[in-house]
């Protein structure tokens, strides 16, 4: 894990690739984490991002749907595993509130980050799924509008899933679930899932999609640590699933956020429609085609609030189809909300439903 500065949680802007920090002044550690976090903080800092982040003006009352907590258990696991996501491992529900205060979001959806809480054993995942649903809810309760949370799931296992569902839901009253990109090599289009997906699509349920490690891409591009890249092919290798094995048209009433602006999808639209139209037996699976379906997901942007993957992105949805999220403790909600608005790319009327007005939409508790 690097920090690539000094300056406190709160307030330091963070890329994330999986647990870097990136800021003005670097302090690299070596070894090969010190080449990633070369990479990383080199790319942040493409057209200052430092200096438009202090334009940014707080009182927004921002939406924050991608916003990470840290359960004492999950702390533990991770610190056991030594995934090296430092700013996790530190995390404390002050640190987010002060993120939230500077950068005008009046609520954050919390979720959980990769790795997730399965690593081989359905009871210790259920178990840690439980622990970290119930820690969410006591900071809801705590700090009253100021957090949400979507669920964390036990996932691959169905039947521990489709109980925390049930409980997450009905006895704790969370905004929706979270699942990580893929478990287990097998990615949520997979109809091994159609029974958790069956169940949230009966409940029109939102949900958030954070990418994962995948174990198949390890070590394949030497000095480039695999978050760098993998994060956000894995969101598409699961956007890629959900189409082409019909799973998004199976379970409409689904509503799904992508972490990062979807990855490589958006850029790889052209290569997913030419593939439909030579695969003429696809048109039943996916009868819209696949750029419908893109269409009607939804993307938030944390670490893809600059111009250029926004480009791409805007090309593919509508503002209605944005929404804004951070990754806290890895990047700020000043830093994000400057970003967006250097672009140029979004009228007032557009920052507005990014900002709040699309997610107020898909969590109607939050439009007041």
Same mark, same amino acid.
């Given at each position: 894990?690097?920090?690539?500065?000094?300056?406190?949680?709160? @307030?330091?802007?963070?890329?994330?690739?999986? %647990?870097?920090?990136?800021?003005?002044?670097?302090?690299?550690?070596?070894?090969?984490?010190?080449?990633?976090? !070369?990479?990383?903080?080199?790319?942040?800092?493409?057209?200052?991002?430092?200096?438009?982040?202090?334009?940014?003006?707080?009182?927004?009352?921002?939406?924050?749907?991608?916003?990470?907590?840290?359960? /004492?258990?999950?702390?533990?696991?991770?610190?056991?595993?030594?995934?090296?996501? #430092?700013?996790?491992? $530190?995390?404390?529900?002050?640190?987010?509130?002060?993120?939230?205060?500077?950068?005008?979001? !009046?609520?954050? #959806?919390?979720?959980?980050?990769?790795? %997730?809480?399965?690593?081989?054993? $359905?009871?210790?995942?259920?178990?840690?799924?439980?622990?970290? $649903?119930? =820690?969410?809810?006591?900071?809801?309760?705590?700090?009253?509008?100021?957090? %949400?949370?979507?669920?964390?799931?036990?996932?691959?296992?169905?039947?521990?899933?489709?109980?925390?569902?049930? *409980?997450?839901?009905?006895?704790?009253?969370?905004?929706?679930?979270?699942?990580?990109?893929? *478990?287990?090599?097998?990615?949520?289009?997979?109809?091994?899932?159609?029974?958790?997906?069956?169940?949230?699509?009966?409940?029109?349920?939102?949900?958030?999609?954070?990418?994962?490690?995948?174990?198949?891409?390890?070590?394949?591009?030497?000095?480039?640590?695999? /978050?760098?890249?993998?994060?956000?092919?894995? @969101?598409?290798?699961?956007?890629?699933?959900?189409?082409?094995?019909?799973?998004?048209?199976?379970?409409?009433?689904?509503?799904? #956020?992508?972490?990062?602006?979807?990855?490589?999808? /958006?850029?790889?639209?052209?290569?997913?429609?030419? =593939?439909?139209?030579?695969?003429?037996?696809?048109?039943?699976?996916?009868?819209?085609?696949?750029?419908? =379906?893109? %269409?009607?997901? *939804?993307?938030?942007?944390? $670490?893809?609030?600059?111009?250029?993957?926004?480009?791409?992105?805007?090309?593919?949805?509508?503002? @209605?189809? #944005?929404?804004?999220?951070?990754?806290? /403790?890895?990047?700020?909600?000043?830093?994000?909300?400057?970003?967006?608005?250097?672009?140029?790319?979004? @009228?007032?009327?557009?920052?507005?439903?990014?900002?709040?007005?699309?997610?107020?939409?898909?969590?109607?508790?939050?439009?007041?």
């Amino acid at each position: 894990m690097i920090r690539c500065d000094s300056v406190s949680p709160p @307030t330091v802007r963070r890329a994330h690739t999986s %647990g870097c920090g990136c800021g003005g002044r670097r302090d690299f550690l070596g070894g090969a984490a010190a080449a990633y976090a !070369a990479a990383a903080c080199a790319a942040v800092s493409i057209g200052g991002r430092a200096a438009r982040a202090q334009s940014v003006v707080a009182g927004a009352g921002r939406i924050d749907v991608h916003h990470h907590l840290s359960s /004492p258990q999950f702390i533990a696991a991770i610190k056991a595993r030594n995934t090296g996501q #430092i700013p996790l491992m $530190n995390w404390t529900p002050e640190q987010s509130l002060a993120d939230m205060d500077a950068g005008g979001v !009046a609520t954050s #959806i919390l979720s959980i980050s990769e790795p %997730g809480v399965f690593f081989g054993d $359905n009871g210790a995942a259920r178990a840690l799924a439980r622990e970290t $649903n119930e =820690y969410g809810a006591q900071l809801i309760a705590r700090h009253p509008g100021r957090f %949400g949370m979507f669920a964390t799931l036990p996932l691959p296992d169905n039947d521990g899933a489709l109980r925390e569902i049930g *409980y997450a839901l009905d006895v704790l009253k969370l905004d929706g679930v979270c699942m990580m990109t893929d *478990y287990q090599g097998k990615f949520l289009g997979d109809p091994v899932f159609w029974p958790v997906m069956e169940e949230l699509n009966r409940r029109k349920a939102v949900v958030f999609t954070h990418p994962f490690r995948n174990a198949c891409c390890i070590n394949l591009v030497p000095d480039v640590f695999e /978050p760098m890249i993998e994060l956000g092919t894995d @969101t598409t290798r699961t956007i890629a699933s959900l189409v082409f094995s019909g799973t998004a048209a199976k379970f409409p009433d689904i509503k799904f #956020i992508f972490s990062h602006g979807g990855g490589t999808a /958006p850029y790889l639209l052209q290569r997913f429609t030419y =593939y439909f139209d030579l695969r003429k037996d696809l048109q039943a699976r996916l009868p819209r085609g696949p750029q419908y =379906y893109l %269409g009607e997901f *939804y993307y938030d942007v944390a $670490n893809a609030s600059t111009l250029a993957p926004l480009a791409s992105l805007t090309k593919v949805v509508r503002p @209605t189809q #944005i929404v804004f999220g951070t990754d806290f /403790p890895f990047l700020t909600a000043k830093a994000t909300a400057a970003d967006l608005r250097q672009t140029g790319l979004f @009228t007032p009327a557009d920052l507005g439903l990014i900002d709040r007005g699309n997610a107020a939409r898909l969590m109607p508790r939050y439009a007041g």
